[in-house]
């Protein structure tokens, strides 16, 4: 075969492939199927989604409705209109057309289930990253990144699918309500933007213990991170590990670990050394230097107060970094409980329709809505991000919820806008999102309490599911009773 003949096979290839995409619906704005979904372009390229869907082999053999690019832009859109069901997602995606019926939620399900988890998951590695530039208010300590790392646990449908994959999690009142999922994730601190995260069920391997999912977010450290995470997380196979790719640490500590001083700092700080089990601390081989900071304070309305904690770094220098310094920064790890609450409560929450916090009944879908949430928040966080660059903002100004509902009801009107128009209106969004300011953080501190602790109704329990169908109706099993009076009366009338 020659060149020239190799060439046009290789066009027509490709004209093919091209052809197996296309919908068998006509497109709207932009070219789009799902034409009112323009705006997520901004954040996530059609080209990077089609190029996802090439590598993980999502190739339609023929033309049909729901092609694996617009039910991957209908799943996309799930993660933003997280307050609809699946079939009113895809109308608020697409414009009207006359004579044209929208495809049933069962279709849509099938779909989903065809797509699968590959694409989404190649999709969040390619399009999440840090956010934070070096101009970015609180985004880098001294030339560091700041990065955290914590886990949540997230409830699922109660099917049976769901509860052989993922389990549930038990205690001295009995097995949870719901199946659970725990997620682990790792996000920048400056713009709340999750850049990695692995989720387990609890019957998995590995899923009942948050440090065996770590391993998989430490290989998206970078040179130039400052990564911080709590006592529960620590081992020294994973700060060896984490460590080893060039980051720095801050860890904190339980008090149970014996940690020799082996020189005092001027900042009250000492040096330390950790190693892999007592018998190789007592030959003094193969330890790790490291610093230890001791702190407690005295404020009574904080929690712990008296209570000495402890502070695990790889900054060795107390010059350059001053204790206070790092005791105020590992603090700043709790900006990662703001994102759980901005995905839990704020972009996904929990309502009469929906009593926990995902809503797939099947383990792919489980997995799959993880990375369509994650998607969703990440496109939020970064027009956030690029509004608070414009105005010199921290980012920590600007309201989630707010923004996220500026994101919801501008899509629409950025896709009817000519397209000579889209990126003046694209700047208007950034300049209305960047009003939508919060009070910086006031001093404050909240007890970790709950307003209702137990519910009065008794536990559901196997036996209360799967009800077998009634056979009488309830006007059949009515049964009347006499009046205790109409009883009594009736006896002495017989004596």
């Given at each position: 075969?020659?060149?020239?003949?190799?060439?046009?096979?290789?066009?027509?290839?490709?004209?093919?492939?091209?052809?197996?995409?296309?919908?068998?619906?006509?497109?709207?704005?932009?070219?789009?199927?799902?034409?009112?979904?323009?705006?997520?372009?901004?954040?996530?390229?059609?080209?990077?989604?089609?190029?996802?869907?090439?590598?993980?082999?999502?190739?339609?053999?023929?033309?049909?409705?729901?092609?694996?690019?617009?039910?991957?832009?209908?799943?996309?859109?799930?993660?933003?209109?997280?307050?609809?069901?699946?079939?009113a997602v895809f109308k608020a995606s697409r414009s009207l057309h006359k004579c044209e019926d929208t495809p049933h939620r069962s279709s849509?399900?099938?779909?989903?289930?065809?797509?699968?988890?590959?694409?989404?998951?190649?999709?969040?590695?390619?399009?999440?990253?840090?956010?934070?530039?070096?101009?970015?208010?609180?985004?880098?300590?001294?030339?560091?990144?700041?990065?955290?790392?914590?886990?949540?646990?997230?409830?699922?449908?109660?099917?049976?699918?769901?509860?052989?994959?993922?389990?549930?999690?038990?205690?001295?009142?009995?097995?949870?309500?719901?199946?659970?999922?725990?997620?682990?994730?790792?996000?920048?601190?400056?713009?709340?933007?999750?850049?990695?995260?692995?989720?387990?069920?609890?019957?998995?391997?590995?899923?009942?213990?948050?440090?065996?999912?770590?391993?998989?977010?430490?290989?998206?450290?970078?040179?130039?991170?400052?990564?911080?995470?709590?006592?529960?997380?620590?081992?020294?196979?994973?700060?060896?590990?984490?460590?080893?790719?060039?980051?720095?640490?801050?860890?904190?500590?339980?008090?149970?670990?014996?940690?020799?001083?082996?020189?005092?700092?001027?900042?009250?700080?000492?040096?330390?050394?950790?190693?892999?089990?007592?018998?190789?601390?007592?030959?003094?081989?193969?330890?790790?230097?490291?610093?230890?900071?001791?702190?407690?304070?005295?404020?009574?309305?904080?929690?712990?107060?008296?209570?000495?904690?402890?502070?695990?770094?790889?900054?060795?220098?107390?010059?350059?970094?001053?204790?206070?310094?790092?005791?105020?920064?590992?603090?700043?790890?709790?900006?990662?409980?703001?994102?759980?609450?901005?995905?839990?409560?704020?972009?996904?929450?929990?309502?009469?329709?929906?009593?926990?916090?995902?809503?797939?009944?099947?383990?792919?879908?489980?997995?799959?809505?993880?990375?369509?949430?994650?998607?969703?928040?990440?496109?939020?966080?970064?027009?956030?991000?690029?509004?608070?660059?414009?105005?010199?903002?921290?980012?920590?100004?600007?309201?989630?919820?707010?923004?996220?509902?500026?994101?919801?009801?501008?899509?629409?009107?950025?896709?009817?806008?000519?397209?000579?128009?889209?990126?003046?209106?694209?700047?208007?969004?950034?300049?209305?999102?960047?009003?939508?300011?919060?009070?910086?953080?006031?001093?404050?501190?909240?007890?970790?309490?709950?307003?209702?602790?137990?519910?009065?109704?008794?536990?559901?329990?196997?036996?209360?599911?799967?009800?077998?169908?009634?056979?009488?109706?309830?006007?059949?099993?009515?049964?009347?009773?006499?009046?205790?009076?109409?009883?009594?009366?009736?006896?002495?009338?017989?004596?």
């Amino acid at each position: 075969m020659n060149r020239a003949t190799r060439r046009a096979a290789e066009k027509a290839t490709r004209r093919t492939k091209r052809e197996q995409r296309d919908s068998t619906l006509p497109p709207g704005h932009g070219g789009k199927v799902l034409d009112k979904l323009l705006l997520l372009e901004k954040v996530i390229p059609r080209d990077q989604v089609l190029q996802v869907l090439l590598d993980t082999g999502c190739l339609d053999a023929r033309r049909c409705t729901l092609t694996f690019e617009v039910t991957c832009w209908l799943v996309l859109a799930m993660g933003i209109l997280t307050n609809m069901p699946l079939r009113a997602v895809f109308k608020a995606s697409r414009s009207l057309h006359k004579c044209e019926d929208t495809p049933h939620r069962s279709s849509l399900s099938v779909a989903r289930q065809r797509l699968g988890i590959a694409p989404l998951r190649r999709l969040f590695y390619l399009i999440a990253g840090p956010l934070a530039t070096e101009q970015t208010p609180g985004a880098f300590y001294k030339g560091l990144r700041k990065m955290a790392l914590d886990a949540t646990v997230m409830t699922v449908p109660d099917t049976a699918a769901n509860e052989n994959a993922f389990g549930r999690s038990s205690g001295s009142r009995g097995e949870a309500a719901f199946p659970q999922v725990r997620k682990l994730s790792m996000i920048e601190v400056g713009s709340h933007a999750e850049v990695a995260f692995v989720a387990k069920g609890f019957r998995s391997e590995g899923g009942r213990d948050e440090q065996s999912l770590m391993p998989a977010l430490l290989k998206h450290l970078r040179a130039g991170m400052l990564l911080m995470w709590d006592s529960g997380l620590y081992s020294f196979k994973l700060w060896q590990q984490a460590a080893g790719t060039g980051s720095q640490l801050l860890v904190r500590l339980s008090s149970v670990m014996h940690l020799p001083v082996q020189k005092q700092l001027s900042d009250g700080s000492y040096l330390s050394k950790v190693y892999p089990s007592t018998y190789w601390q007592q030959k003094d081989r193969n330890g790790i230097e490291v610093r230890v900071i001791c702190y407690t304070h005295d404020d009574p309305r904080r929690v712990n107060c008296q209570v000495e904690h402890r502070l695990l770094t790889t900054l060795l220098d107390p010059v350059k970094y001053p204790a206070r310094e790092l005791i105020c920064l590992y603090h700043e790890r709790w900006e990662i409980e703001l994102v759980y609450d901005e995905q839990k409560t704020h972009q996904h929450p929990k309502r009469a329709e929906k009593p926990t916090h995902l809503r797939s009944e099947t383990p792919a879908g489980v997995i799959q809505e993880l990375y369509t949430l994650s998607l969703g928040h990440y496109v939020t966080r970064a027009m956030m991000a690029e509004a608070a660059r414009r105005e010199g903002l921290d980012p920590d100004r600007l309201s989630f919820l707010n923004c996220l509902r500026v994101l919801r009801n501008r899509m629409p009107e950025y896709a009817g806008k000519p397209a000579s128009e889209r990126e003046d209106f694209y700047e208007a969004i950034l300049e209305e999102m960047s009003k939508e300011r919060t009070e910086p953080r006031r001093n404050r501190i909240n007890p970790r309490v709950v307003k209702v602790k137990m519910s009065k109704f008794d536990k559901k329990k196997p036996e209360h599911k799967g009800i077998p169908k009634l056979e009488k109706t309830f006007e059949e099993s009515i049964v009347l009773l006499r009046s205790p009076v109409i009883e009594e009366t009736q006896a002495e009338t017989n004596t």
